[in-house]
């Protein structure tokens, strides 16, 4: 009977050691993301404000804009007053130092209605905040345009 016990006890300690390690490898790569941290920018950010060589554009009616960012994708999207989505796109990101970098897929997917955004956008960091970030960019018509983006979650 004791022979019975130990056989039927170490068993379950390889059963259980191996469901451990199943559900370990399950949700270990799940949250991974830029070496495990993506900073500040993990989330959604609100487009607030957006300035056109100095003046500040009327804020749309009826939806609003917002960023997502995970790992390296960020997310574009119009959506309206109730956060349903209405046009999104996906693309890529990076930052390094004071610059960041959205890239955006297909030249066929559209893009929502924020101005001065393309397929390749390239801005200046202005200000980094936990719950607020202002964005640069300059075309190369010289048309300057600021983002400013609060954190919504």
């Not at 399950?26 to 056109?52: Q, R």
């Not at 390239?122 to 905040?129: A, D, G, S």
Request: proline share 5%.
């Amino acid at each position: 009977m004791k022979h019975f016990v130990i056989t039927h006890i170490s068993a379950a300690k390889r059963r259980l050691g191996k469901a451990w390690m199943l559900a370990l490898l399950m949700f270990l790569p799940s949250c991974v993301h830029n070496g495990g941290d993506i900073g500040i920018w993990f989330g959604t950010w609100n487009i607030t404000a957006v300035e056109v060589d100095g003046v500040q554009l009327p804020q749309p009616q009826g939806y609003h804009l917002a960023v997502n960012f995970q790992s390296q994708i960020v997310q574009l999207m119009q959506v309206t007053d109730r956060y349903d989505p209405y046009k999104v796109s996906f693309g890529n990101w990076t930052e390094e130092a004071d610059q960041m970098q959205w890239r955006f897929g297909s030249e066929t997917w559209p893009l929502p209605p924020l101005p001065g955004i393309e397929q390749d956008n390239q801005f200046t960091i202005l200000e980094k905040r936990n719950n607020c970030v202002r964005l640069k960019k300059v075309t190369q018509a010289g048309v300057t345009y600021v983002y400013t983006l609060k954190k919504l979650v």
